[in-house]
T-cell receptor, first 112, second 114 residues
Framework: DQQVKQNSPSLSVQEGRISILNCDYT??????FLWYKKYPAEGPTFLIS?????DKNEDGRFTVFLNKSAKHLSLHIVPSQPGDSAVYFC???????????FGTGTRLTIIP | DTEVTQTPKHLVMGMTNKKSLKCEQH?????MYWYKQKAKKPPELMFV???????INESVPSRFSPECPNSSLLNLHLHALQPEDSALYLC?????????????FGPGTRLTVL
């Protein structure tokens, strides 16, 4: 049972435009949601997280939106830069559980 | 400082060897993790240590043996591995503080079992 889903395996965006990565989940007990960026053969880099009691969190070029009623979150990157090309994973955790549940990832390619 | 360090960066071992992977964090995080990642897949959780005690073992074969000597260090002892155990092994640490949860990963150890 895939509790966290990223339905788009890949996404291409023009440099300077907005990149929107989407993530859906089924477990209403998740308390926190996190986004990671991953380059090949490297560990995931933490980007931004959001608590389930909020609907938006912003950090520089990255903004995460959470729609609890739809069980949907999205990561917006504005403006997109060539260095943003990577695989992006969303993840979720139940408070006190200590176990991250990952989505399957979306490969983002920024076109110069 | 949001750094988790791992050594070695690369490791090649035979099926009869014994080796260890090391992980360190100085962020004061109370939970530390081992993950295994295969190409093009998300990380798979192996073990979780909370306050230096093993809290989660995701049915990992006994040829992988974790150890938490203190709150900053985490080891993964390897013995009699199989070629299918070749993967990127990731360490992470986490904190749940002031209403925000974060989990940081190390750069990983690329393990090849011959």
């Amino acid at each position: 049972d895939q509790q966290v889903k990223q339905n788009s395996p890949s996404l291409s965006v023009q440099e300077g435009r907005i990149s929107i990565l989407n993530c859906d989940y089924t477990n209403s007990m998740f308390d926190y949601f996190l986004w990671y960026k991953k380059y090949p053969a490297e560990g995931p880099t933490f980007l931004i997280s959001i608590s389930s009691i909020k609907d938006k969190n912003e950090d520089g070029r990255f903004t995460v939106f959470l729609n609890k009623s739809a069980k949907h979150l999205s990561l917006h990157i504005v403006p997109s830069q060539p260095g943003d090309s990577a695989v992006y994973f969303c993840a979720a955790v139940e408070g006190g559980n200590e176990k991250l549940t990952f989505g399957t990832g979306t490969r983002l390619t920024i076109i110069p | 400082d949001t750094e988790v360090t791992q050594t070695p960066k690369h490791l090649v071992m035979g099926m009869t060897n014994k080796k260890s992977l090391k992980c360190e964090q100085h962020m004061g995080h109370r939970a530390m993790y081992w993950y295994k990642q295969k190409a093009k897949k998300p990380p798979e959780l192996m073990f979780v240590y909370s306050y230096e005690k093993l809290s989660i073992n995701e049915s990992v074969p006994s040829r992988f043996s974790p150890e938490c000597p203190n709150s900053s260090l985490l080891n993964l002892h390897l013995h009699a591995l199989q070629p299918e155990d070749s993967a990127l092994y990731l360490c992470a640490s986490s904190q749940d503080q002031n209403g925000m949860y974060t989990q940081y990963f190390g750069p990983g150890t690329r393990l090849t079992v011959l």
